[in-house]
């Protein structure tokens, strides 16, 4: 069993935030997000819990184990705070600001590849999903490669990734689209859109109730 690795992000927004520990109130936890990936702050720090050793186990029990931990604490841990962060994203500005007047964005070599590898693979994650979606619409793969310049079997094996994906949570699916293109589109209006293009796949209505 390998534990789910969700896309967690706060929205797109830009900025230092700051929230209670949702597993402990009395703790202040500091995030940098970068069009909603987050990175804790000061960079470096772990605010997330800590995985159990699971000493006693087998090697192979203690995997199973750990990725159960991902999978029950880690993830959903993550998940809280970011929509503690969502919730009023003003109020966790103005704290992380009295705390961190002054930020300092340069990252320790570690943390800035992984804040890299997490961008790429939320960028990764939307690919496959407008791949899914026009294929969807009614493009062949080969026209999905074309505009993703990009082999058929990789076109492919997007559009697979990307129906999963919209399987799994159609939801969090239609958000990540919308986040991963809202900060390119100008003045369009990219929920209408996304929805538009949803539609024509026949993934959900124009307009259509998320809830």
């Not at 590849?113 to 969807?136: K, T």
Request: glycine fraction near 6%; hydrophobic fraction near 45%.
């Amino acid at each position: 069993m390998t534990h789910d690795r969700p896309a967690v992000t706060v929205g797109a927004v830009t900025g230092g935030f700051a929230v209670p520990d949702p597993h402990d109130p009395d703790t202040m936890t500091y995030w940098w997000c970068d069009v909603g990936v987050m990175t804790p702050y000061p960079f470096g720090t772990r605010w997330a819990p800590l995985p159990p050793r699971f000493g006693a186990a087998s090697r192979d029990e203690r995997r199973e184990l750990r990725n159960d931990w991902y999978s029950e604490v880690y993830w959903p841990w993550k998940v809280q705070v970011a929509d503690t962060i969502l919730a009023d994203l003003a109020s966790a500005r103005a704290r992380f600001a009295a705390a961190y007047p002054t930020v300092t964005l340069v990252k320790p070599p570690t943390v800035a590849r992984r804040s890299a590898a997490e961008r790429a693979a939320a960028d990764r994650r939307a690919e496959a999903l407008w791949a899914a979606v026009h294929a969807g619409s009614g493009q062949s793969v080969r026209a999905v490669a074309r505009e993703l310049d990009c082999s058929w079997a990789t076109a492919r094996s997007r559009v697979t990734a990307g129906s999963v994906a919209w399987a799994a949570d159609p939801a969090a699916a239609r958000q990540l689209l919308i986040d991963r293109y809202t900060p390119v589109a100008g003045r369009v209006d990219v929920p209408q859109l996304i929805d538009r293009l949803l539609a024509g796949a026949g993934l959900m209505p124009v307009g259509g109730d998320m809830a």
